[in-house]
């Protein structure tokens, strides 16, 4: 938690002269870390528990955003270098058979770039990852 941030709106040049309802706003902003991500989640819900209370909440897109971070690549990693490799080697088969060639061996292969990004803008603690790897092959006559 960070340290609360407290408006007086009546002292306040930019608002002192309108009736407001109430004198003071606190700000302030919570960060949970967690790899129980479905908790956090029901967690997120719950919070509109206090609002029936009378606590009232400001969501700020640009500020305070939730963020989902995957921390997982090292266990995939090899699965999907395998299934890279296997596609790799489908589509060279492909440019063979069409050439009239053999596939031969590997000539070079370079491992790729991960890339990590959100499925999309509602479901952002759901992950894609992609990797590019680059394996170029003999083709014999």
Not at 17 to 27: C, E, H, L, R, W
Not at 41 to 69: C, D, H, Q, W
Not at 94 to 103: G, I, R, V, Y
Not at 110 to 134: A, C, E, M, P, W
């Amino acid at each position: 938690m960070n340290a609360p941030l407290v408006y007086d709106k009546l002292s306040n040049q930019y608002g002192g002269s309108q009736d407001v309802a109430f004198g003071y706003v606190i700000n302030q902003t919570i960060s949970v870390y967690s790899y129980k991500i479905n908790e956090a989640r029901k967690s997120m819900v719950l919070i509109k528990a206090l609002g029936k209370e009378g606590t009232t909440f400001k969501a700020n897109p640009y500020e305070n955003r939730v963020e989902y971070i995957y921390s997982g690549l090292n266990s995939i990693k090899p699965q999907m270098f395998k299934e890279a490799t296997l596609n790799a080697r489908a589509a060279a088969q492909t440019f063979a058979d069409d050439s009239q060639s053999n596939l031969g061996k590997i000539k070079n292969a370079t491992q790729g770039q991960f890339s990590i990004y959100d499925r999309d803008k509602n479901l952002l603690h759901i992950k894609k990852v992609r990797v590019v790897s680059t394996v170029e092959y003999y083709l014999n006559d």
